[in-house]
């Protein structure tokens, strides 16, 4: 049974920081590609970033490109998102998602597990 855990959400204000990890159980971490996703109250779930199994090939949403990187430590079976200049529009449930294949993905069709996800919030 594979289980995602996140942790690092909290409240911050517009051009601040925060990182989040996903720590992964239950499964071959290092050979899946892992993805972070958000979600806003009434709307769809949408890509943020991904990155392959090796941690080399990452993908993010053009939202968030040059401001958000995800890296991946495949001995601690855990991936990150550390968010730079954040805006308000970036507030959302963060939710940590497993590949169903080595790479890096960008829609919610090709994740096979998901996490609960940690809440973001951006003040103005």
């Known amino acids: 049974q594979v289980q995602l855990e996140e942790s690092g959400g909290g409240l911050v204000q517009a051009g601040g920081s925060l990182r989040l990890s996903c720590a992964a159980s239950?499964?071959?971490?290092?050979?899946?590609?892992m993805a972070w996703f958000r979600q806003a109250p009434g709307k769809e779930r949408e890509f943020v970033a991904s990155?392959?199994?090796?941690?080399?090939?990452?993908y993010y949403a053009d939202s968030v490109k040059g401001r958000f990187t995800i890296s991946r430590d495949n001995a601690k079976n855990t991936v990150y998102l550390q968010m730079n200049s954040l805006r308000p529009e970036d507030t959302a449930v963060y939710l940590c998602?497993?590949?169903?294949?080595?790479w890096g993905i960008g829609v919610v069709s090709e994740v096979d597990y998901w996490g609960q996800g940690t809440q973001v919030t951006v003040s103005s």
């Open positions: 239950g499964g071959f971490f290092s050979n899946y590609g």
């Open positions: 990155v392959g199994w090796s941690g080399i090939g990452t």
């Open positions: 998602g497993r590949a169903k294949t080595a």
